[in-house]
């Protein structure tokens, strides 16, 4: 039976997500505040509508009569959009207002891993008052990771002895007029994500994934949404081993046997340590850019995954091609801090050549006015054409043997796009970045 999949978000984990879905026995409509390029391509409808204003999203979804809602960001999802299609009676793929606090509030995420007793908890205090939290700084014993409890989009976090002095620190949370904010145990080792897709009490777990936070090359620089990611064709990164995949694996289960009926993504960001993966985060959505790892290794129909979730049958198996991946995301001069917009995409799909192009925080101008609600009328045709934004604007994947050859496909399409107003972190994927994280782990280990 055919279903009518209404996707909510346009950015590049929702451009993959409609991917996945485009040679399914779906028929997919999408709506977002941007009109992405590539979903609207994709999608037999597209809506440029609010999405954390549920009633906006429910009416659509009503219009185009959805069957499934998939929900990409996690704004919406903090927004209670899923528990709203719910009461409409549409299946929504995606955790409701109170599951997705796993994400949206990290204090209550750390209470709920210790009451529950699930492994790789650091330690952790909550404030409301900002000067006991920058008194705890100067009486605790090691370095602490400051954490607005809150959404920030990746960008809130500041880590005492990694980016700013313990003075820098305090100085950040008495200037910033956080309400709530967690302090917790610095933890030193490589990062890596881990995605699940969980229903009904059970969960499928994706390849391990790498993404790079800071804005500059060599790990510099402010924190991002996620410059670039990358996987191998194992589970496994080449500075894991496999057991601790499958400690990872573990985590995610104690967690999801926690949670009382979620669904969705549950996306789990680990610090391997030296003893283990401990948790830094867990997200209630695909990660921005793992989403554009996971996906296009998907052999497993995406639409059979959302119909056995809903339908309360057990999820396939899931089976990933042995595939490397590499993604890079081109974004505008000056992000993240003072992005410059209005630049040029010169890359498309066809002459992105073998990589994938996912577009994200993007516009399309047409003189005809007909492709973007936000063009203005008056564009002559030399401005035809896809400009970037304020923030991430797409996204080139390479998909080979090896994550060398992956890269070199990301990086033949990015030489297309060209440098003109954006940035991009070349060294993603490289040999270079990958054996530093490899020496890393083993002078952590002391080997
Ligand atoms: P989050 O918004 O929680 O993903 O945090 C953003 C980034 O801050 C993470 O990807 C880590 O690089 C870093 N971070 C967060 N918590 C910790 C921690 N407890 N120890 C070390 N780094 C952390
Ligand atoms: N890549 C990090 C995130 O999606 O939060």
Redesign the pocket.
């Known amino acids: 039976m055919r279903e009518n999949v209404l996707l909510i978000g346009g950015g590049g984990r929702e451009h993959a997500i409609a991917r996945a879905l485009a040679d399914s026995e779906a028929d997919l409509y999408a709506c977002a505040g941007n009109k992405n390029p590539g979903i609207a391509r994709i999608a037999a409808g597209f809506d440029t509508l609010e999405t954390t204003n549920p009633k906006a999203v429910v009416d659509y979804a009503e219009d185009v009569d959805a069957t499934i809602a998939v929900i990409g960001p996690e704004a919406p999802l903090e927004a209670g959009v899923a528990d709203e299609l719910e009461a409409a009676g549409i299946y929504a793929f995606g955790p409701k207002e109170e599951d997705a606090r796993i994400e949206t509030d990290k204090a209550f995420q750390r209470r709920f891993m210790a009451e529950n007793n699930i492994p790789g908890c650091?330690d952790f205090e909550t404030f409301d008052d900002m000067e006991a939290a920058c008194d705890f700084i100067d009486e605790y014993d090691g370095d602490l990771?400051i954490?607005p409890a809150g959404l920030t989009g990746?960008k809130?976090?500041k880590?005492i002895g990694d980016q700013v002095t313990a003075e820098e620190g305090k100085e950040y949370i008495r200037e910033s007029d956080y309400d709530r904010i967690v302090l917790?145990?610095?933890?030193i080792g490589e990062?890596f994500t881990v995605q699940a897709f969980v229903a009904n009490g059970e969960f499928r777990t994706a390849p391990a994934v790498q993404d790079h936070?800071r804005a500059y090359e060599g790990d510099e620089g402010p924190?991002t949404g996620g410059m670039g990611s990358y996987s191998d064709a194992t589970d496994e990164l080449p500075f894991m081993t496999e057991s601790d995949y499958e400690d990872a694996v573990s985590i995610i289960e104690a967690t999801v046997d926690a949670l009382d009926d979620y669904r969705g993504i549950l996306y789990g960001?680990f610090?391997l340590t030296t003893t283990g993966p401990r948790v830094?985060?867990f997200n209630a959505r695909f990660g921005d850019p793992e989403a554009m790892n996971t996906l296009p290794v998907l052999e497993t129909d995406f639409l059979d995954v959302l119909t056995a979730a809903r339908d309360d049958d057990p999820l396939p198996a899931l089976s990933f091609a042995e595939q490397a991946t590499v993604c890079k995301y081109a974004v505008p001069e000056g992000y993240p801090t003072d992005p410059e917009s209005g630049a040029k995409v010169r890359v498309d799909e066809e002459s992105a050549g073998d990589a994938l192009l996912y577009y994200a925080s993007v516009e399309e101008r047409s003189s005809s006015g007909n492709q973007n609600s936000s063009s203005s009328d008056d564009v002559d045709e030399r401005d035809d054409g896809i400009y970037t934004t304020t923030s991430r604007s797409f996204a080139l994947v390479g998909v080979a043997d090896s994550i060398a050859e992956a890269e070199e496909i990301a990086e033949d399409a990015l030489a297309v796009a060209g440098e003109e107003g954006l940035r991009v972190r070349h060294d993603i994927g490289k040999a270079d970045l990958i054996q530093r994280r490899i020496d890393h782990m083993n002078e952590l280990r002391g080997e």
């Open positions: 650091p990771a954490k990746g809130g976090v880590v917790e145990e610095r933890l990062e936070k924190n960001q610090m830094v985060e």
